[in-house]
């Protein structure tokens, strides 16, 4: 069966930097619903259309491709007495974008910590880096029904969240 929409497509891959460096690699395959359920990168996807079990693939992806721009203003200092006291450099708080009203709620990283300031930074790691994703087809077979209802993957013995 080759890749195309409502397929699921299971591969292992390798993600890298542009000079090679190993980010990450899944030596288990993954699998992700195939045609626009946004379940691996849209490059990735287009990249993969058609393909067959076995086919070995590599997409060289921007920025804008992977986790999008560096945002300097996702940078923020905030009053060390909003944190708790064992906060560290590394941990993650959920919390709202800098004068968004609505209830969209970012992922924060703690970059830099002082005794009056804690540094936080709501890009994703890899954001402003080009990326390479390569990788290997190691499964492609029909979804059924009931995942092309919830829009993804179900694991083996059915449904889980």
């Known amino acids: 069966m080759k890749i ?3 397929a699921v497509v299971s591969l292992t891959y390798q993600l890298t930097d542009t000079a090679g460096v190993i980010i990450e690699a899944a030596g288990d395959p993954i699998s992700y619903l195939h045609g626009g359920y946004d379940g691996i990168f849209p490059i990735v996807e287009e990249a ?17 491709d992977a986790f999008g721009e ?19 450099v590394g941990m993650q708080f959920e919390g709202g974008a800098e004068g968004d009203d609505d209830e969209d709620f970012m992922l ?16 994703h790691p890899l954001a402003g880096k080009a990326l390479v994703f ?10 059924t029904s009931e995942e092309l209802t919830h829009g993804h993957v179900h ?7």
């Not at 300097?72 to 909003?82: F, I, K, S, T, Y």
């Not at 924060?108 to 936080?120: G, L, S």
């Open 4 to 6: 195309a929409k409502n």
């Open 48 to 64: 993969l259309e058609g393909k067959n079990v076995g086919d070995k693939f590599s997409v060289s992806m921007t920025a804008d």
């Open 70 to 88: 560096y945002e300097h203003e996702l940078v923020r200092a905030e009053p060390r007495d909003m944190f708790p006291k064992e906060v560290a």
């Open 108 to 123: 924060y990283t703690v970059t830099e910590i002082t005794d009056t300031e804690v540094t936080v930074d709501g890009n």
């Open 134 to 143: 390569a990788g290997t087809v190691t499964a492609v077979r029909a979804a």
């Open 155 to 161: 694991g083996d013995g059915g449904h889980h969240h």
